[in-house]
Nanobody, 124 residues
Framework: QVQLAESGGGSVQAGGSLRLSCAAS????????MAWFRQAPGKEREGVAT????????YYADSVKARFTFSQDNAKNTVYLQMNSLKPEDSAMYYC?????????????????WGQGTPVTVSS
């Protein structure tokens, strides 16, 4: 059974930083695509970043480029999202997602496994 457990969310002031973690278990395939999504109230879920865990290739949404960094610790089966220079518009519930195989899309429909989410609030 696949489980994704997010942690690290919280409240910060604009310009601050947070690091989200996602511990994965039950993903048996050697090649997998991990992702972070976010969803603010009344808005659609949007892809923030993806990482191909085998090749280490990353994708970032334009809105977070140069501010967010997606990294992984394969020994711990954990991925991280370092979020710097946070803005109020980054406030949302952040979800970790996973799929087996290559990363081919940052749309929610491309991911089979989801965590419960961790909230991020950025105040101005």
């Amino acid at each position: 059974q696949v489980q994704l457990a997010e942690s690290g969310g919280g409240s910060v002031q604009a310009g601050g930083s947070l690091r989200l973690s996602c511990a994965a278990s039950g993903l048996t395939a050697s090649r997998r695509c991990m992702a972070w999504f976010r969803q603010a109230p009344g808005k659609e879920r949007e892809g923030v970043a993806t990482i191909d865990t085998t090749r280490g290739l990353t994708y970032y949404a334009d809105s977070v480029k140069a501010r967010f960094t997606f990294s992984q610790d394969n020994a711990k089966n954990t991925v991280y999202l370092q979020m710097n220079s946070l803005k109020p518009e980054d406030s949302a519930m952040y979800y970790c997602a996973a799929n087996l195989g290559y990363c081919y899309s940052a749309l929610p429909s491309a991911f089979a496994y989801w965590g419960q989410g961790t909230p991020v609030t950025v105040s101005s």
